[in-house]
């Protein structure tokens, strides 16, 4: 599969962003989609994951600022941050899975998109 990531970019605390992913290539076979992240010098983070079935899960840091979404017909999702932090600074990684009973495994990621918060 085939994962392109869009919408990063540098703007202030408070402000907002919405990031977008777009999967091409064997769909049936995915059951999520979701977001990673990655600052300088840290470990890549969980940020969200949205099942086919709508179901959606959050990273502890972005619970109440983030939105995860998705457009099943244009096999594309969004993430809606608000409220941004300077923490928030990251390349942000958008991954296509499947399941094996509970354990979630990639099946393809995104280059990354850059997101910076900065004053």
């Known amino acids: 599969v085939t994962v392109v990531e869009s919408g990063g970019g540098l703007v202030k605390p408070g402000a907002s962003l919405r990031l977008s992913c777009v999967t091409l290539g064997d769909i049936a076979s995915i059951g999520a989609m979701g977001w990673e992240r990655q600052a300088p010098g840290k470990q890549r983070e969980f940020v969200a994951r949205?099942?086919?079935?709508?179901?959606?899960t959050y990273g502890d840091s972005v619970k109440g600022r983030f939105t995860i979404s998705r457009n099943s017909a244009k096999n594309t999702i969004y993430l809606e941050m608000n409220s941004l932090k300077p923490e928030d600074t990251a390349v942000y990684f958008c991954?296509?899975?499947?399941?094996?009973?509970?354990?979630?495994?990639?099946?393809?990621w995104g280059q990354g998109t850059q997101v910076t918060v900065s004053s």
């Open positions: 991954n296509v899975g499947s399941y094996s009973g509970n354990f979630y495994y990639a099946l393809g």
């Open positions: 949205i099942t086919s079935g709508g179901t959606t």
